[in-house]
């Protein structure tokens, strides 16, 4: 047996000598299923929180953002990877309620567009703010009747609800 190995069996799993072995049976080291190097990706692994649905009446906004300062936030440079997501919820030009969300999502080695753009959608989002979308989220945001607002990266948040014109 090779330092640092050892024969791997785990409840529900299959078996095989193994090293950082977190799924299937076959022989290989790595966590990627017994049969590669690294750590297997699960869309589980991280997870945005639920955000209930707005008010009829109220449209809501997510921009992809560097910081947490309120409306002094910096508009981040890439969508899906920005370290902090701001939910804008706006009335009649005026905001009603501004929350950050940490943006677990964001580690997490590819897909990483997507699944933020699905949490978008699945908040009831009708505007999202950004820098830069890659094709699959701009398709996806689309698709789904949400507004892509480009603005350029290094905008405060304030600025781009006003761009956007949500804000007067």
């Known amino acids: 047996m090779l330092p640092g ?3 791997g069996y785990r409840k ?13 049976g076959g022989w290989g ?21 639920r955000v ?4 009829s009446g109220i449209v809501r906004a997510v921009a992809s953002v560097e910081n947490n300062a309120g409306l002094n936030s910096i508009i981040s440079a890439r969508f899906g990877r920005a370290p902090f997501l701001a939910v804008v919820d706006v009335a009649d030009g005026k ?35 950004g820098a830069h979308f890659g094709p699959n989220v701009q398709s996806l945001l689309q698709q789904a009747g949400v507004q ?3 603005v350029p990266e290094g905008t405060r948040l304030e600025d781009a609800l006003r761009r956007c014109q949500l804000l007067r």
């Open 29 to 49: 080291k790595g966590g990627g299923m017994g049969r590669g190097w690294g750590q297997a990706w699960s869309p589980l692994q991280a997870e945005l929180p």
């Open 95 to 129: 905001l009603l309620n501004l929350t950050f969300v940490p943006n677990t999502y964001a580690g997490m080695p590819h897909g990483v567009g997507v699944a933020v753009a699905q949490w978008v959608i699945s908040i009831g989002a009708r505007y999202v703010i």
């Open 148 to 150: 892509i607002c480009v």
């Open 52 to 55: 209930q649905q707005p008010p």
């Open 5 to 7: 190995w050892q024969k």
């Open 12 to 24: 529900g799993q299959g078996k095989g000598w193994c090293k950082g072995w977190e799924g299937g």
